[in-house]
């Protein structure tokens, strides 16, 4: 009999936190299944954020599904799923805080203003303190960070690209940025495992805790999974939807893909067989930075 999966004996809390552009494909059932693992290997809870944030990106019935493809896959959450939709309240909160605090200038750049600067160079708005209307909210990352410590990516550099970032769009909307900030702050959450496209984001967010006066949480960004011409995997390149009736071979592969070596027989075994495995087997540290996926069955299953 396998040994029942760690329960709820440590104070780390971990998480799942897709955009419902569209359902879940392969590429981020791994991130999934990699966040879920690490969570329940360190005896902690594993959390379910919907960042439904950008409406003009959101497909209608995505969320439904996402969380659908969860259960299916045996991924239980521990707490109710929070939507970034209903948090505007904490939002407007934080970026509040922040004006207050001289830590944002109004900014009425377009994009290609923006673009034609230099590198680390700030538009002249930064030098402004006046309200704009119609304007971005943007934050003023003077002491930007320059290196941080992945788990598995390791020493991570800021690559020499622009230093400004917006928490408001122009649209009104809030920006990805300090949203997750916000709610990884307010939800305690200790580590963030995500998909290495994330890797340069998280300048920008280690910036807003720096402001906030919050200990970050540590970050481990998994390998991604990409398409034969080198792109990521995902819902903007169309990548298929994640089968839900063969879940126990999705689960299989995912495991593999992220350096597990999990036995044949698990592909014939329960869902909650193959997880408590998992979880009995999942080191952090095994977790290839780069996995270059040579499996014709695996490319031929989910378009890899």
């Not at 981020?28 to 950008?54: H, M």
């Not at 030098?127 to 390791?154: G, L, P, V």
Request: glycine share 4%; with cysteine; proline share 6%.
């Amino acid at each position: 009999m396998p040994t029942l999966p760690p329960q709820h004996t440590s104070n780390y809390v971990g998480r799942f936190a897709p955009s419902p552009s569209g359902p879940l494909h392969f590429g981020s059932l791994v991130t999934a299944l990699g966040s879920y693992l690490q969570a329940k290997q360190s005896q902690g809870k594993w959390l379910v954020r919907i960042e439904d944030i950008d409406p003009p990106r959101e497909v209608a019935g995505a969320s439904e599904q996402i969380l659908n493809t969860l259960a299916q896959h045996g991924l239980n959450w521990d707490d109710e799923p929070v939507f970034q939709s209903q948090r505007s309240a904490l939002y407007r909160q934080k970026i509040a805080w922040l004006l207050e605090h001289n830590y944002t200038y109004f900014c009425d750049c377009t994009r290609a203003e923006l673009a034609a600067l230099a590198p680390k160079t700030l538009c002249c708005c930064a030098t402004q303190s006046n309200f704009k209307k119609h304007a971005a909210i943007r934050f003023k990352n003077s002491k930007h960070i320059k290196t941080y410590f992945d788990e598995i990516q390791q020493e991570v550099s800021h690559r020499d690209s622009e230093v400004q970032f917006a928490i408001k769009r122009k649209d009104g909307l809030f920006a990805y940025q300090l949203a997750v900030v916000a709610d990884d702050i307010a939800q305690g959450i200790t580590q963030v495992v995500r998909g290495a496209d994330l890797l340069h984001a998280t300048f920008y967010q280690l910036a807003l805790y720096q402001a906030f006066g919050h200990k970050p949480p540590s970050f481990a960004h998994l390998p991604l999974v990409l398409s034969p011409n080198g792109s990521k995997l995902s819902k903007q390149n169309h990548a298929p939807a994640i089968d839900n009736q063969q879940v126990e071979l999705n689960l299989f592969h995912a495991m593999c893909f992220l350096g597990l070596s999990p036995p044949k027989s698990l592909q014939t075994t329960t869902v909650k067989e193959i997880l408590n495995w998992g979880i009995n087997a999942w080191q952090l540290s095994a977790v290839p930075p780069e996995v270059a996926c040579n499996d014709n069955r695996i490319k031929a299953l989910y378009s890899i």
